[in-house]
């Protein structure tokens, strides 16, 4: 039994780092004046679709003052550094 249990153990040790970043990139608004932005943001492995990164950055922007108005798109790091130009001050801000 204590064979079974380390050899889960380990299996989980090894299978944590194989977990990929998921990241979101969307455009956002402040009213009053009216100001946009496009921006990156980390969001959980779970949270690795529009609707569901919509749903974790929403209240992060909202922290900030910001509206959500779309996720662009997700992604995992491989299209990361694409799109850091981009986004300029709000890559990875929120």
Known sequence: ??????FALI???LAAPAQ????ADYKAKQDNPLRLHYG???????????GAASAALA??????GWTL????????????????ASAGAYFLRY
């Open 1 to 6: 039994m204590m064979k079974h249990a380390l």
């Open 11 to 13: 299996l989980l040790a």
């Open 20 to 23: 990929a970043d998921c990241y």
């Open 40 to 50: 990156v943001a980390q969001v959980p492995d779970g949270a690795c679709s529009k």
């Open 59 to 64: 209240p992060r922007l909202a922290a900030g």
């Open 69 to 84: 108005l779309n996720i662009v798109s997700v992604f995992g790091p491989e299209g990361l550094q694409a799109k850091k």
